[in-house]
């Protein structure tokens, strides 16, 4: 009689003790380090959509966003307890702004990777009225009046990291950046006239472009199909591209089987066709990375980064 006891309370164990329960068991939280309407949330809330409709996860995806500074909601995670439920989901900023900023105290190295879902490339933007017909007419002036042309970004992230990029094809220009946030943010700045120019990202701009905003150049490799009348970055003289990967992050530490768990969800919903066509209609890519080559990737990236984030620190 107590040997059946005994054994029905060994499996009860057995199937309580972490990492052995099916994950996941309640709803997963991730975390937008950005404002509403940016290509991150955007992102993220296109595959909510379609992982919740295709049933690939048996509990729901919860989209938080942290506006302001993205490392804030980055060290929520970052903090956050390592069972399961908690990720963020983030670009470059992560990888450029603890070199801009190693105050904040938050870098990729913190956090157990997940997987890569798309890309993006960028748009140097004005307001429909603004006296600069084009790119080279906003760093003209911004060279023969260094640090007046106001400029909305979040410092340390990708925006910040494109206006730096202008500044160093074009010798002598300078902009004076101000932290406003992610692309919702930067958008409702640059129309609300606190700031002169911004950046958005090519899903951004599909988004905000008929809301009195123009576009001076695609950082991409080749002109985009949606907009083949903007010019790329490299066709006008400034030598470079610059484009931006999703990155997927879990706090350090988490267990194996929700971050390959969540991992492999990713990569189920990026080859639907409904995300597909959101690609497509947003100007992105849809590669996807996860395990190993996603590890090598940031590091990659960081790699690729690091001058241009020094270059964009405060000087002493």
Not at 70 to 81: D, E, I, P
Not at 244 to 251: C, L, Q, S, T
Request: hydrophobic share 40%; proline share 7%; aromatic share 10%.
């Amino acid at each position: 009689m107590l040997r059946p006891i005994l054994a029905g309370l060994a499996a009860a164990f057995l199937f309580a003790a972490p990492g052995i329960a099916a994950w996941p068991e309640k709803p997963v939280r991730v975390v937008v380090p950005f404002g509403p309407g940016g290509t991150t949330d955007i992102l993220a809330r296109s595959l909510q959509k379609v992982m919740d409709e295709k049933k690939i996860l048996p509990q729901p995806l919860v989209i938080q966003n942290v506006g302001g500074h993205f490392s804030v909601g980055a060290r929520q995670v970052m903090t956050a307890a390592p069972d399961g439920y908690t990720f963020l989901v983030i670009h470059l900023a992560l990888l450029s702004g603890e070199i801009v900023d190693p105050r904040r105290g938050v870098g990729y190295r913190d956090f157990e990777p997940v997987a890569l879902t798309g890309g993006f490339c960028l748009h140097p933007i004005v307001r429909q009225d603004s006296p600069y017909k084009t790119l080279k007419d906003l760093l003209e002036a911004a060279k023969e009046k260094p640090n007046t042309i106001v400029t909305g970004v979040n410092i340390g992230a990708l925006n910040h990291m494109l206006g730096v990029f202008l500044e160093r094809g074009y010798p002598g220009a300078k902009f004076r950046f101000v932290q406003i946030g992610g692309g919702g943010e930067n958008f409702a700045a640059i129309t609300g006239g606190h700031t002169q120019a911004t950046v958005l990202s090519s899903s951004e701009y599909q988004t905000y472009k008929a809301n009195g905003i123009r576009a001076l150049a695609y950082s991409g490799p080749e002109r985009l199909k949606l907009e083949p009348e903007i010019p790329t970055t490299r066709e006008l003289g400034l030598g470079f591209e610059f484009c931006i990967e999703n990155f997927w992050f879990a706090p350090k530490g988490t267990l194996k089987e929700a971050v390959d768990g969540l991992a492999n969800a990713l990569e189920k919903a990026t080859v639907t066709d409904e995300l597909r066509t959101f690609f497509d209609k947003q100007a992105q890519t849809g590669q996807f990375m996860k395990g190993e080559a996603y590890r090598q990737r940031l590091d990659a990236v960081f790699k690729a980064i690091e001058p241009v984030a020094k270059a964009a620190a405060p000087q002493n």
